[in-house]
């Protein structure tokens, strides 16, 4: 296949790529310009502060020569990181500015080079400021959950803080069901929000909403800011909440009176987080981590279990695997943190998942459980999951440790740390890496996985939605980048394209959000030049920011649009089929007085905004249409027409039990 297709291919018209140099620092780093000193207490915190590029690498070795560096070692070599040069600010030190400009400088000093803002009475001044920075680029999305979503496909595609910026009232209000998606993924965030002055809030004003109060419950953290001074200090906090330990939304409201009130900002403002930072997870030491290779040792079918918790631990997770040849199975958002196509994975288990990973975990006897949080949607009925398997849970956050399944042993701990010394320890103890054989269990997951391939049936000429998503992934090489809607073409992204890589996969897992694909396919493109990324979404996810096309041909940005269109919400059908005995009750998306014809015509809002666009109707042109849309330059949008009552399988009913799975039938046969 030509390279075309793997990469973006290049364009006539100016691409939106950042041509302003980022500041510094890394945004995680507290770096005071005149000391440059790491303010950072422990090692675990520089290591989650590190992007993947800088963070610390060792090579695969083979089982018999194998040597892991030690944790002190590997300390060392983060602390030997080189230190970037002192911060320039465009301001002298004792001028006054504005608010707004020390908050847009604020920004510069953590690192941020993107901002997804729409500008509103309240927040004019902020917009202002960003205007006179020389290394913050703004993306205008056309709407405020455009914004937050695509500014969360940037957080989760380059593992950078996302940064959204909207009005107060409505413009506020529009950014709460993405904090709540990025609080319930871990996806870290920094939303900031213009308020009215402060004597007029509590009043009623025009476009007053008390944000702060909306938003606490689907935040990590929040703030009001009530003087200038705390500028510094609240954003820096903002942003070492979000990506420290559990990662998470942080929200800054900001008075617009503040925003335009003078002051000279003190930089070397401390962090008042003192209860939080004596509750973070600190590392994991040998007497913990030896019980573990303890029950690794006695087990005869261990199920390594898989989740977004692993996101920033892909490299010590493989070499666990490796050392080990324990099968892996993943959630939804695990996937491509170790690589679907590869012998030991067992692909995507729960309710969508393959009949070989959830066999897996039903016939195990120890499950490693390592950044999960026991979704319902991964366990079914709690009892039966796993009930033959000890389990051991490794998780950063307390809270989810023992909340849905009780643990055998457990750990609170970035995974990180964790797999490190778990495989240093392993290595040390030869004689149970030695004595470590699961051969018969894969033989016998082998046997389930041609027992039970994933699948699917064709009918004549139609395109089968899964036959599309295979045929993406053949062309691409699983080379792309990609997001999704909620729905049926969510799962069979998940279960149809093979993940290479971490934070390839974008997806509202938990939440559940329509309309989340288009927008976080806009945030990955602006995070990640030059690789190609692609919506995969349906007609109902869609059309719920449709807008955001005018954003894509507006910065130029070369997002691929293969809509699976079913004219109908898919997955609520498939429910209707299963178990309403097919009664459709408002599922249905085109128009009742015309529904042989496609409705609406997903091209027309294409072509209004200037973008390439085809529609296939037939499985034989399917390859020549995709391949043209991989080759054309810049966005396109690829209206594939597929048919209603494909249903999503294999499927275990929402609170069953593997015995309940589902593996045949669609909306063609009653139930």
Known sequence: MASTTM???????????????????????????SSCSLRRATALAIRNALSPSQQPRHKSLDHATATVPTQHERRSAVA?????????????????????????????????????????????????????SSSIENVLCRHEQGEIFAAEG????????????????????????????????????????????????????????????????????????????????????????ASSGRPGPVLIDIPKDIQQQLAIPNWMQKMKLHG????????????????????????????????GGCIN??????????????????????????????????????????VYANYAVDQADLLLAFGVRFDDRVTGKLEAFASRASIVHIDIDPAEIGKNKQPHVSLCSDIRPALELLNELLVQREEVLRSLDFSGWRVELEEQKRRWPLSFQSFGDAIPPQYAIKLLDELTEGEAIISTGVGQHQMWAAQWYKYKRPRQWLTSGGLGAMGFGLPAAIGAAVGNPGTLVVD????GSFIMNVQELATIRAYNLPVKIMLLNNQHLGMVVQWEDRFYKANRAHTYLGDPAKESEIFPNMLKFAEA???????????????AAIRKMLDTPGPYLLDVIVPHQEHVLPMIPSGGAFKDVITEGDGRRSY
């Open 276 to 307: 939080y930072n004596q509750r973070l997870p600190k590392l994991p030491v040998s007497s913990q981590v030896e019980l573990i290779v303890d029950m690794i040792a006695s087990a005869k079918k261990p199920v390594l279990y898989i989740g």
């Open 609 to 623: 905004c200037n973008i390439p666009t085809a529609r296939v109707t037939r499985k034989s042109e399917l390859e």
């Open 536 to 539: 995969i979404d349906g007609d």
């Open 313 to 354: 631990s892909g490299e010590e997770l493989r070499r666990f695997i490796e050392l080990t040849g324990i099968p892996v199975t993943s959630t939804l958002m695990g996937l491509g943190i170790f690589p679907s196509a590869a012998d030991l994975s067992l692909q995507m288990l729960g309710m969508h998942g393959t």
């Open 80 to 132: 030997a990181q080189s230190i970037p040069a002192p911060f320039v600010s465009r301001f002298p030190p004792d001028e006054p500015r504005k608010g707004a400009d020390i908050l847009v400088e604020a920004l510069e000093r953590e690192g941020v080079s993107n901002v997804f803002a729409y500008p509103g009475g309240a927040s004019l001044e902020i917009h202002q400021a960003l205007t006179r």
């Open 154 to 241: 940037y957080a989760r595609s380059t593992g950078r803080v996302g940064v959204c910026i909207a009005t107060s009232g409505p413009g506020a209000t529009n950014l709460v069901s993405g904090l709540a998606d990025a609080l319930l993924d871990s996806v870290p965030l920094v939303a900031i929000t213009g308020q009215v002055p402060r004597r007029m809030i509590g009043t009623d004003a025009f476009q007053e909403t008390p944000i702060v109060e909306v938003t606490r419950s689907v935040t990590k953290h929040n703030y009001l800011v009530l003087d200038v001074d705390d500028i510094p200090r609240i954003v820096h906090e903002a942003f070492f909440l």
């Open 7 to 33: 990469k973006v291919a290049a364009t006539t018209t100016k691409s939106f790529l950042p041509t302003k140099s980022p500041s510094y620092h890394h945004h995680n780093l507290t770096i005071p310009p």
